[in-house]
């Protein structure tokens, strides 16, 4: 799917999945007057180098059966990292506007620790940069390939008022402000049913 158009000339963050191994820009040139061509002059993109090769993330629970009622929720992101990959110390959830998000706990560990029910996820130190009525963005120790972390659970505590609301998650490192990296929906963890960012009201 195409992202929103883009409508600052001056640029924006890109908006589609990243990293990717391919970007494709349709652009729409208009003119008021007949009598003269729009033109495109030129177009700059900006690279920065991914914090993680991907990073899958899923909610629990997804559906939730009771309109306008404050409960806690788990956001459980599974990076992949490459060995040259700086990893991330930031996580940042936007919501719809006036949902707010109120931070409660970080949790990490193996892949195992998630699994079994004798497992032992850590709670990690957390620092919340921002909470509020449509973000929660909080930052952390580096999680990186040689942290020996799998899975992330961000628990935080929201009230859906309407029949969905699609939730954004992105990572970075704090100090390469403003180069988020996307988190994609799917299968975080095994014993997670939905493999969705989105909250639906059922």
């Known amino acids: 799917d195409w992202s929103e158009p883009y409508s600052d000339p001056e640029g924006s963050a890109v908006l589609s999945p990243s990293p990717r191994e391919f970007l494709i820009i349709r652009t729409s040139l208009l ?5 003269t061509t729009a033109t495109l002059r030129s177009l700059r993109l900006r690279f ?3 914090v ?4 899958v993330g899923e909610i629990y629970p997804f559906q939730v059966d009771s ?12 990076p992949s990292f490459r060995s040259a990959d700086v990893g991330f110390d930031e996580i940042l959830i936007v919501s719809p506007a006036d949902m707010a998000l109120t931070f409660e ?9 998630f699994r079994a029910e004798t497992g ?13 009525r449509d973000s929660l963005r909080i930052s952390f120790p580096t999680v990186n390939s040689r942290s020996g972390i799998e899975v992330l659970r961000l628990d935080f505590r929201t009230a859906l008022f309407g029949t969905g609301a699609p939730l954004r998650a992105a990572v970075q490192r704090g100090d390469r402000e403003d180069a988020w990296q996307r988190v994609d ?6 014993e997670v ?3 969705t960012t989105t909250l639906v009201g059922t």
């Open 52 to 55: 993680a090769s991907q990073v």
């Open 105 to 113: 706990s970080l949790v990490a560990g193996s892949k195992e620790d």
């Open 31 to 35: 003119s008021e007057d007949p009598d």
């Open 120 to 132: 032992t996820p850590t709670t990690i130190a957390a620092t919340v940069i921002a909470e509020g």
């Open 48 to 50: 920065s180098e991914p």
């Open 67 to 78: 309109l306008g009622v404050e409960r806690t929720f788990s956001f459980f992101l599974n």
């Open 185 to 190: 929906a799917g299968d975080a963890v095994k």
């Open 193 to 195: 049913t939905g493999n």
